[in-house]
């Protein structure tokens, strides 16, 4: 199992090297904070900090999603991803996770600012599943 979480993490990072155009910020309104590569691929990576807990317990996500086709005025992206402690140790692998998200553009010309729904079901390793919902607000960072 061990060699599977390292093998895993690497793999998260090199997919995270290929999304170097664009970089977002998100907050999310339970003491969440999130950022993800460019999500105008069919592929990108997200990484979410929850920091309501202590720092030796702080848990942190990495997920990997597949992007449908941006329309107008939302785009949607289910992903996969798992949640650990890294300051407790990279051996314990708190829960696996599967996202899915809808990210909403409220203003038409401007699209670097988005509304995020997330429902995730949570499949804790010493617990049973659940499943989480996330409100946030996405900034987006880019090259134009």
Known sequence: MKNFKQTFIIILFFIGLTGHSQIA?????NYAMGINTNKNKDISVELKVFT????????????????????????FSVGLGVNL???????????????????????K??????????????F????????RGLIGIRYTFDKK
């Open 25 to 29: 910020i998100t907050g999310f309104s």
């Open 52 to 75: 309501n807990y202590y720092f030796v317990e702080m848990p942190i996500e990495a997920n990997v999603f597949y992007n449908f086709e941006t329309k107008e005025y939302h785009r």
């Open 85 to 107: 402690s890294p300051f407790r140790g990279f051996d314990e692998i708190n829960s696996f996770v599967l996202p899915a998200t809808l990210e909403i553009f409220p203003i």
């Open 109 to 122: 010309n401007l699209k670097k600012i988005a509304l995020l729904l997330e429902l995730t079901p949570v």
């Open 124 to 131: 804790r390793i010493e617990d049973n599943a659940v499943l």
